[in-house]
């Protein structure tokens, strides 16, 4: 018998997973479309959740290290230019992972990578998450260490730990975390200011004029601004964690409209106003401290706000206990938002290199070890130079993929104008967006090593990002959009409208449609579906990319066609 000709109806499910898959509270869905069934939270909930995240300290340690290194005005434009990219690269790429309801790596797969080609985004998105875990945890360490005295190495252990019970229960626990402490957060993030502004408002005067260590003082020089601008752009992989709570928007309809654009925008690349909002705070506060404190410690959130806090609290111990209390709730908001991201990430990236998923939960531990052993190495130490370097990958992923979305999909039309993200229907290997990223990643490096002169290294990153974003629609171009879909979904096109939400804005949210998976014998729907020529029946996505002896069959031009008639 034939691969193509029909194996008989299913009587039993080929394939079994354990309980931690079949759980979907912990699974949350890490490899698959987030259906409607479970997509029970409101636009502001989701919002509010993604938002929580951003609680982090780094941004103050980034700002503060920016402005002791390059001084007040490199710092301020560095900031504010790389906010605005930020943004606006964040844009397309919300809008398509809330519409499509999917996150950042089955958005990337379907947007000019190819569905292996993903896999080397995977690892950036995965290393995005446990370098800045092991940076949110070193400050949560020097905390317990300042306060508490409890050495830094078992710090790290602790601040590692904790998160992990929090995380296994995905977003069911972690929206109810970051609603209930996020009024309390703000309170105490701003406080400090207002501080200073009444009780010391000379500091901001002072801040204008710091110069830090920079051979130009407080003015403006253009390789220190790149430098600058270089640390600060690592931060532009964020929007990753931003569509994993984006995901689970609510379908758009003509009711809830205006709620589910504002939510999507201000919880998508609405994320940045804050974190240069706390940057430039950082950058405040490091200078303020720093005549006192000295370079060394100034740019630690925890010396920080205890200096801060001391202005209007009279006891250095409760101005110290306040500070404490608080960098300890911001780096929990966002280091469980660091694991389940990356957790998310690695769950991807095993899935398909080995067809193999043990559960989202495994690869929960893996980013927390791996975490751990960079925090243990004195990661912190080393802040400018990992995420300048870092940031080179990472915004010509970024770059590649916006530029698809925006360009490829909308102005041009050669990628389709739906994502497609499922194995069965693409290449392996698309070289619009995989073949850019390499390109545009290998000559920012380059470049960030010194081999084109000082001014091309301070500015690699720039280089990178808009290399990726130009080499896009013209490979695109030159391949024609070969490369984007292997074989037509046929349940796509049969489906009704509202299932694969088009442009139109649906008058009402309609049932959704299921299916059910001949591999695994669960009811999935229908956005997850595929038919499979290797089973001559419909299976769910997880299913497909877990599959080892089809040999991509599907794909080929003979099944293909086959498959075409049947259909």
């Known amino acids: 018998m034939s691969v193509l000709e029909p194996r008989g109806?299913?009587?039993?499910?080929?394939?079994?997973?354990?309980?931690?898959?079949?759980?979907p509270v912990m699974e949350d869905y890490a490899l698959r479309y987030a259906p409607k069934s479970f997509r029970k939270w409101t636009e502001f909930t989701v919002m509010n959740s993604a938002l929580g995240g951003i609680a982090y300290m780094a941004d103050f340690a980034i700002g503060g290290s920016v402005a002791l290194t390059y001084g007040f005005m490199n710092a301020l434009v560095a900031i504010l230019v790389v906010a605005a990219v930020i943004f606006l690269t964040g844009i397309p790429i919300s809008y398509y992972a809330a519409k499509y309801n999917i996150d950042m790596d089955l958005l990337t797969r379907g947007a000019g990578f190819g569905y292996y080609g993903s896999t080397l985004t995977s690892l950036v998105y995965a290393s995005f998450t446990f370098i800045y875990f092991s940076l949110e945890g070193s400050v949560m360490a020097q905390a317990l260490k300042e306060f508490f005295h409890i050495p830094l190495g078992v710090g790290y252990l602790i601040c590692s730990l904790v998160v992990i019970p929090l995380v296994m229960y995905g977003m069911t626990a972690l929206s109810k975390l970051q609603v209930i402490t996020q009024p309390v957060w703000l309170i105490m993030m701003l406080g400090p200011f207002v501080a200073l502004a009444i009780k010391d408002p000379t500091a901001f005067v002072s801040w204008t004029q710091f110069g830090g260590s920079s051979a130009s003082g407080p003015r403006f020089n253009l390789v220190e601004f790149g430098l600058a601008a270089g640390v600060t752009l690592s931060l532009i992989a964020q929007i990753g964690e931003q569509v994993d709570y984006l995901r689970f928007m609510p379908n758009q309809t003509r009711a809830n409209r205006s709620k589910w654009w504002w939510a999507v925008l201000l919880a998508?690349?609405?994320?940045?106003?804050?974190?240069?909002?706390?940057?430039?705070?950082?950058?405040?506060?490091?200078?303020?401290?720093e005549p006192t404190m000295g370079a060394v410690q100034a740019d630690e959130p925890i010396n920080m706000y205890t200096q801060a806090f001391h202005t209007v609290i009279p006891g250095v111990f409760a101005a110290s206990l306040v500070a404490t209390l608080f960098v300890l709730l911001s780096q929990i908001k966002i280091n469980v938002t660091n694991a389940y991201s990356g957790s998310l990430s690695w769950s991807n990236f095993f899935s398909r290199v080995f067809h193999w998923h043990p559960g989202r939960v495994v690869w929960l531990f893996l980013n927390v070890g791996i975490a751990l052993a960079l925090m243990e190495g004195g990661v912190f130490g080393f802040l400018n130079t990992v995420l300048g370097f870092y940031s080179n990958v990472a915004v010509a992923w970024i770059g590649a993929l916006v530029s698809d979305l925006v360009i490829n999909k909308r102005l041009l039309k050669i990628s389709p104008s739906y994502i497609e993200y499922k194995r069965g229907h693409l290449y392996n290997f698309n070289p619009v967006g995989f073949g850019s990223m390499i390109i545009a990643s290998g000559i920012s490096v380059a470049a960030f090593f010194n081999v084109f002169g000082p001014t091309m290294q301070a500015f690699s990153p720039f280089v990178s990002i808009v290399l990726a974003f130009v080499l896009a629609p013209i490979i695109a171009l030159i391949t024609r959009g070969k490369y984007y879909i292997a074989r037509e979904n046929t349940m796509r096109t049969s489906a009704a409208p509202s299932d694969f939400r088009g442009?139109?804005?649906?008058?009402?949210?309609?049932?959704?449609?299921?299916?059910?998976?001949?591999?695994?014998?669960?009811?999935?729907?229908?956005?997850?579906?595929?038919?499979?020529?290797?089973?001559?029946?419909?299976?769910?996505?997880?299913?497909?990319?877990?599959?080892?002896?089809?040999?991509?069959?599907?794909?080929?031009?003979?099944?293909?066609?086959?498959?075409?008639?049947?259909?």
């Open 268 to 289: 998508g690349p609405g994320w940045v106003i804050l974190g240069a909002i706390k940057q430039l705070g950082g950058s405040l506060l490091a200078s303020y401290i």
């Open 9 to 23: 109806q299913v009587l039993q499910p080929k394939r079994s997973f354990n309980r931690w898959v079949n759980n």
């Open 503 to 567: 442009s139109a804005v649906a008058e009402v949210d309609v049932v959704a449609k299921t299916m059910l998976c001949a591999n695994c014998g669960y009811e999935y729907e229908v956005e997850d579906m595929l038919h499979c020529p290797f089973q001559n029946a419909p299976i769910c996505s997880l299913c497909c990319s877990l599959e080892r002896a089809c040999h991509d069959m599907c794909k080929s031009t003979d099944t293909a066609h086959a498959h075409h008639i049947h259909a």
